[in-house]
Nanobody, 128 residues
Framework: QLQLVESGGGLVQPGGSLRLSCVAS????????IGWFRQAPGKEREGVSC????????NYADSVKGRFTISRDNAKSTVYLQMNSLKPEDTAVYYC?????????????????????WGQGTQVTVSS
């Protein structure tokens, strides 16, 4: 069964940090372009960060540049999103998604949200 499972969300104070993980099962994560997306209450889902199959190419939303870092460990079938200097406006459900192959660019994946597989999401709440 093909599955993506996110973890690492929670409640954190402004300025704090969290690291999200996305673990894949049922397929080889290393063959997929991966993206992190988020949806805040009352807002549309948006692309946060995307990473190529090798990890060499990354893309970030302007709102998270310099604060978030995406990385991957293909041997562990895991993609991470390190989130630092968190702000209340980062509060959202965060989803990871996978698009098999490397034909889609990381920029396009984040912009179009095209992905075959989606996780169930993990809640991130930034509040004092």
């Amino acid at each position: 069964q093909l599955q993506l499972v996110e973890s690492g969300g929670g409640l954190v104070q402004p300025g704090g940090s969290l690291r999200l993980s996305c673990v894949a099962s049922g397929f080889t994560l290393g063959y997929a372009t991966i993206g992190w997306f988020r949806q805040a209450p009352g807002k549309e889902r948006e692309g946060v960060s995307c990473i190529s199959t090798s990890g060499a190419m990354t893309n970030y939303a302007d709102s998270v540049k310099g604060r978030f870092t995406i990385s991957r460990d293909n041997a562990k079938s895991t993609v991470y999103l390190q989130m630092n200097s968190l702000k209340p406006e980062d509060t959202a459900v965060y989803y990871c998604a996978a698009q098999p192959g490397n034909r889609i660019t990381v920029r396009d994946m984040c912009a179009t949200q095209i992905a075959t597989y989606w996780g169930q999401g993990t809640q991130v709440t930034v509040s004092s």
